[in-house]
């Protein structure tokens, strides 16, 4: 007599996950205030644009996608990978790109557009005089003036004219004067030989402005402190102490003392940024050539969008007044009568 077989699954095939399908949700953000035709009015051109940002962020975030598949990173933040995953030696290339996502589109947000700054302040401006009316063919008082990388035109105004007072006046007395910190960003750049960012950080404890480097996919963040990469091996010595201690800090992963995870990696500083400069050689290759780096920052310097900045260094508190603490006395908080006790230490 024939008996039917009952097929009795293994244990290990029941108790093994099933992964549901998720979308990736990282993509390449818009860039609302530049047009591809475009590039960016006084830095780069339209081919520069297209891959020192639509190419190279279209790479970035489908390698982030292919790493974090089916992981809690898939529905994270870049910024929030990085500060998790700088922990982790293991995953080293999930911070990399994570990182890499996060500065490039910070430093191409805090560009901006020349030909609409001055197209606004155009329709703004009572009309000429007719006799003043007359422009070349092919051009427009909004754009005659824009310096665009090879063009030999003239920039229409410095960039520190539209730098807000308090502004102004928090980078003069951390720097003596703008042009201080022009070069110092200037020398700064210059002076890496591997790529990597200058960053312009405030101490979120002490309001103090500094230049921060960061090499590679280095991040200045406080929670990725482990990751910064401040160091070039490059142009460093490579002695014993520097690189023990950056081994130790990198296989056991900074921060993880007695088996709990700290916040802040020993001796980090916590800082915010303000300013990012990218200093990749794709950035600026394109448009400036082998040795066009000194003009490419320079050029950097004049399309900044320092009302970005000023947001990041004066940032609303949820009440909506601006985080103004390093400024008042005890006295003028008790004639304002408000407090400045919640949440004064300015972490992102």
């Known amino acids: 007599m024939l008996r039917p077989r009952l097929r009795i699954p293994q244990s290990r095939a029941l108790l093994r996950p099933t992964r549901l399908f998720n979308r990736s949700v990282h993509s390449v953000p818009i860039l609302d205030h530049f047009r591809h035709a475009q590039g960016v009015p006084g830095l780069l051109s339209p081919d520069g644009f297209s891959i020192a940002w639509t190419k190279y962020m279209e790479h970035i975030v489908d390698r982030l996608n292919i790493l974090t598949a089916g992981t809690d990173y898939e529905s994270q933040t870049p910024l929030t990978i990085l500060k998790s995953a700088a922990r982790d030696p293991a995953q080293a290339a999930v911070f990399n790109y994570a990182s890499m996502a996060h500065n490039n589109h910070l430093f191409f947000s805090q560009l901006v557009n020349l030909e609409t700054v001055y197209e606004n302040r155009a329709a703004a401006a009572p009309p000429p005089p007719a006799s003043q009316t007359d422009i070349s063919p092919g051009t427009s008082p909004a754009t005659e003036n824009v310096a665009v990388p090879g063009s030999g035109s003239v920039q229409f105004e410095p ?183 919640p949440d004064m230490t300015g972490r992102l």
């Not at 482990?226 to 010595?237: A, H, K, L, P």
């Open 159 to 341: 960039s520190e004219d539209r730098i807000p007072p308090k502004l102004r006046q928090e980078l003069e007395r951390n720097f003596s004067s703008l042009e201080t910190l022009r070069r110092e960003f200037l020398s700064t750049a210059l002076g890496m030989f591997g790529p990597g960012f200058v960053w312009l950080v405030k101490n979120a404890n002490t309001m103090e402005l500094r230049i921060l480097t960061t090499y590679l996919a280095g991040s200045p963040y406080t929670a990725a402190h482990w990751r910064r990469q401040g160091v070039d091996f490059n142009t460093s010595s490579a002695d014993r102490n520097t690189v023990s201690a950056f081994y130790d800090r990198t296989q056991a992963g900074a921060g993880n003392g007695a088996g709990h995870l700290q916040p802040q990696a020993p001796g980090g500083t916590d800082v915010v940024p303000l300013l990012c400069l990218n200093t990749w050689e794709h950035v600026w290759l394109v448009d400036y050539g082998i040795t066009g780096k000194g003009d490419y920052v320079q050029q950097w310097w004049e399309t900044i969008d320092w009302q970005k900045v000023d947001a990041l260094t004066f940032p609303i508190r949820r009440d909506g007044f601006k985080r103004i603490w390093w400024t008042l006395t005890p006295t003028d908080c008790k004639i304002a009568k408000q407090s400045v006790v």
